[in-house]
């Protein structure tokens, strides 16, 4: 059931079934990431925020910001984050939450058997695309 309730613009309320899944680019056979971009959706001002869904499997680009600030929240499955440098591994279960300071290298990966759900909020908001690294898997 799809809803959007906007009162007197001082809130909005979106439906899951309003989300528009984005497939990010992914070899033949290699598990796909999904993102619904909630940004301009939402009409955030200050904040950029996404949803991914990762097949099991699939991993994202290791990368970092220059300025902006990540949490990511799981929202189904189990996050595996790999973080710093060299990278450390940690494993974020339903319902945690992982904070990345902007400058620190990450890469998500979703090393479970079902999929993965995660709410991903960053502050401030970056125009510019993050310095991709090297894989850490």
Excluded: C
């Excluded at 909005?12 to 309003?18: E, F, K, M």
């Excluded at 940690?90 to 319902?95: H, Y």
């Amino acid at each position: 059931m799809s809803w959007r309730y906007r009162a007197a613009m001082s809130f909005l309320a979106i439906s899951p079934a309003d989300f528009h899944w984005i497939t990010r680019p992914h070899e033949t056979g290699e598990p796909a990431r999904h993102v619904a971009e909630l940004s301009d959706l939402a009409g955030f001002a200050h904040t950029r925020a996404n949803i991914w869904r990762y097949e099991p499997g699939a991993a994202g680009r290791r990368h970092r910001h220059p300025q902006q600030e990540e949490t990511f929240v799981v929202l189904e499955g189990t996050l595996t984050m790999y973080v710093g440098e060299p990278p450390a591994r940690v494993d974020v279960p339903r319902g945690g939450l992982i904070h990345v300071e902007a400058k620190t290298p990450l890469q998500s990966v979703n090393h479970g058997t079902g999929d993965l759900l995660v709410y991903a909020y960053g502050y401030p908001p970056e125009s510019e695309h993050a310095e991709l690294l090297e894989s850490a898997i």
